[in-house]
DNA sequence: ATTTTTTGTGCAAACGGTTGCACTATTTTC
DNA sequence: GAAAATAGTGCAACCGTTTGCACAAAAAAT
């Protein structure tokens, strides 16, 4: 049925062994006998099988993508798609496939990563998730198989991973708001159980503190990426008596739901108070006032993790190392 | 290195052969030797190499997955990344992995489906894309190899595929208009190569008929999906006095675009023109007045694609067919 | 005119599994 | 108690490649 190695060799009249030569462009191989074989392929219509080569080989050019499947990100931006493009982008390049998984958070689900490594299906694995589970880190790391992490780990754990420049961008973006002559600067974070929103909290800090802001904890609120939270934290500062003349949200949604609270409360922006956010999403310039946010670069991120997977391919004794990538202040009307 | 199943084998002092009989299974085998060959495969750490394994099956557990890079519709909304999400899901159901494959657009690329298919990859393939060169498509054919598209094929080619129930969902959509008491109603269409426009045109024309109003072509206009198409749009009809009292977008963008040409123009929504349009992305909801709007499962399509090629899968000589997901219509203050 | 080197190709053993068939030991049947 | 059926396991071929090594023929060196 399917035509196979033998097949040409038979129809080009010399061994199976000199028509892999010629597919791999062996240079002992005659420019005479490279062409019949040629013609034998094209007339056959071969193609090498891609398992067979992958068993002798054993590397399958395929690389291991993990997404989560947790909603809030993967929906309300489409950052993990970009991600995903650049990797494919990127992967192409190099001639790679992408064997992609969607774990399932729930607990005692079965782990694809897991599977998919320990059968010998990828050659590497990056991953688009942070709470990855211990058990699966350990692991990769045991048996010295080359993976990076999109977004900086949790527990400090030594591996390779690329992120965006959360405390750069952090620290630019209140150093914008102290500029425009804001004094007294809120931040609503996320949970502080994620990197992300440590990394944002800590660029503040650091701008504050380069510009002798006093840090004030009363300033700092910490919830869940949402709209009703970024509500319910303005109204909050509002009922505290506390109420700044900028906020800086860690993530664009958390701006949308302060603006609404700050309209609702009849205070002006930016006149009152301005507003500032991270992530940009596309709503972001369509709102009344058009929302300054600091654009990441999802898609450079996933190129990123993927060159610095192929050095790893390369090199299996590569140490663990971090990739930066530059973020853009992208500035509207909110302050 | 790596352990096999000869290793295992070996410790349990068995043969290869009944290893591997007791990993798939086989009833032949004694509870006793499946005990010492279970205990075996523990202690040494085995998993079967999916590779090998797949060189004598002669499948790989394995589909791809071909999403377009083309940006819109993967950005404006989440529908590839929810397709992906329903693929994923029965696909791990199943015991298949995915492939993934973003296609660069540009004509003369190298085309990976060719290469996964002809190179033995994948099992079988689902097509996130319409636009696909009919080179493939005819060497997929031809290949009697298993495939499902998403979305509606453009030429009437004889495939299967999968797609959102167009006609159906226009057809309610242009009644709940006319029902309204709209009786001037315009469609502000796709370009109409692409089968979505002509699909949601259908549905609108027999909506008409039905309702014993007659379709004007002058209230049709045709346009590339983005906010500014849908500006002019409305400015045209102004512009030829002709302004309806409704407007039925076939994408949520030229609803928004529509929608501030009718506010520039002085016009009040619903009361003056009522807009209604398709895919519910989630700005709809927060726009000012919210946005009736159809939604769309494309979860369920992914869903339904997936086990579709599950059944080609099980029985190669399937005949091409067609599976409809219905769509639903949300009623917000546009009209 | 030998010997040495180079060039081009083939042989056969892997890679890590699966499976049809044969074979022995045990059980069932008559 | 012999023949037939059944249960449990192993042998060896195969899946479609790659590659170290051997080898013959041609070219170069002596």
Redesign the pocket.
């Known amino acids: 049925m399917?035509v196979?190695?033998?097949d040409v060799a038979k129809m080009a009249?010399?061994?199976?062994?000199?028509v892999?030569?010629v597919?791999?462009d062996?240079p002992?191989?005659?420019e005479?006998?490279k062409l019949k074989v040629n013609e034998a392929m094209k007339e056959l219509g071969?193609?090498?099988?891609a398992i067979?080569?992958s068993?002798?080989?054993?590397s399958t050019n395929t690389i291991g993508v993990i997404m989560p499947k947790s909603a809030h990100l993967s929906l309300a931006n489409p950052f993990f798609p970009e991600v995903l493009r650049g990797i494919s982008a990127s992967a192409n390049e190099n001639g790679f496939y992408i064997l992609l998984s969607i774990e399932d958070d729930g607990i005692g689900k079965v782990n694809t990563i897991d599977k998919i490594v320990k059968t010998g299906m990828v050659d590497g694995v990056i991953m688009l998730y942070s709470k990855l589970e211990d058990e699966t880190l350990r692991m990769l790391i045991d048996k010295n198989f080359p993976f990076v992490m999109v977004g900086k780990p949790i527990n400090g754990t030594k591996v390779s991973y690329v992120d965006n420049d959360n405390i750069g961008a952090s620290y630019e973006a209140t150093t914008h708001l102290i500029n425009k002559g804001r004094k007294s600067i809120a931040i609503i974070t996320g949970p502080l159980n994620m990197v992300v929103s440590l990394d944002r909290l800590e660029g503040y800090k650091r701008a504050l503190m380069d510009n002798r802001i006093e840090f004030n904890p009363d300033l700092v609120i910490s919830a869940e990426f949402s709209k009703e939270n970024g509500y319910g934290a303005v109204e909050n500062l509002i009922k505290i008596g506390k109420l700044p003349d900028a906020i800086l949200a860690v993530d664009d949604l958390l701006a949308v739901g302060a603006m609404e609270a700050i309209k609702d409360a009849g205070l002006k922006i930016p006149d009152d108070i301005g507003i500032l956010s991270f992530n940009n999403i596309t709503t972001a310039e369509y709102l009344s006032p058009s929302l300054t946010s600091v654009d990441i670069n999802p898609y450079e991120l996933g190129v990123e993790a993927t060159e610095l997977l192929f050095q790893k391919l390369q090199n299996k004794k590569l140490l663990p190392q971090a990739r930066i990538v530059p973020t853009k202040l992208i500035i509207r009307e909110s302050c």
Chains 1, 2 share one sequence.
């Open positions: 399917t196979t190695i033998k009249m010399v061994s199976p062994s000199t892999s030569r597919i791999s062996d002992r191989i005659s005479e006998t071969y193609h090498p099988n067979a080569r068993l002798v080989s054993k």
